[in-house]
Structures are given as C-alpha cells and as structure tokens.
C-alpha cells in the first residue's frame, strides 16, 4: 500500500471533489473483473473514485483496504459509499510516444511575406 502525507492526502481530496466514480462495486463484490477495471483506470488517471453498492460499512472498508493493498495504491478518502484512491503514474507508463502525441492546432511558423507592390517614390 502506497503512503501519502497528509499534505499530499489534502490536496488529492480537493482534486477528486469534481471527479465523478468511474467503477462500481456491485452485489458481486470485488471480483478480479473489478480491479482489472480499477487497475485500468489508475494507469489511466491515476486519481478515481469508486462507488460501491450496499450498506455493510464493514465491506466498504474490507474492499477499500483490499484494492490499496493488491494494486499499490494510496488511500485516499472514504466517505459514505464513496472511496477516493490515488497511485501516481509509473515511470514507463510516463513516456510519451512521439506517433501519438497530440499535434499542435497552430499553424507551422512561415517566413514573412514579400510585398507585391513596388515601392513607388
């Protein structure tokens, strides 16, 4: 399981208070289909939330631990049935492609334009 300060906790906080969940523990419980999902959606935002069906604070908590322990991640909030989990990008998943990489919308610089008229004088 990933540690985190409090500071660090803080801040991560107020980052996911926009974010909507983008997995769902279900009757099923955490099966190994969720945290393929989970794990998915680290690598790609490292920052998600996760909302989970059911009323048992004992199973939100037992699940809460079991995803920060089996993925590396770091707790971060855990409110109604709510939880908020952070793991930073790892540094291979960091590099960028340079095929895939977003192209500018800016057009290419060009070398000023010579006037057509002559000067007259």
């Known amino acids: ?6 500071a660090q906790r803080r801040e991560l906080r107020a980052q996911a208070h ?11 419980g955490l099966t190994d289909s969720v945290l393929k ?3 998915t959606c680290l690598k790609a935002h490292q ?3 996760i909302r989970v069906y059911g009323d048992n604070r004992e199973n939100r908590l037992a699940y809460y631990e079991q995803i920060c ?8 909030q855990h409110i109604g049935k ?8 790892a540094a ?4 960028v492609n340079p095929k895939k990489a977003p192209k500018s919308k800016r057009p290419a610089p060009t070398a000023p334009r010579k006037s057509k ?3 007259q004088g």
Do not use: H
């Open 1 to 6: 399981m990933l540690q985190i300060t409090s």
């Open 18 to 28: 926009a974010l909507n969940p983008v997995v769902a523990i279900a009757e099923n």
């Open 37 to 39: 999902e989970i794990e």
């Open 47 to 49: 920052l998600i939330k």
């Open 69 to 76: 322990a089996q993925l590396g991640a770091a707790p971060v």
């Open 82 to 89: 709510l939880l908020v989990v952070y793991r930073p990008q």
């Open 92 to 95: 291979e998943d960091a590099t």
């Open 117 to 119: 008229r002559a000067f």
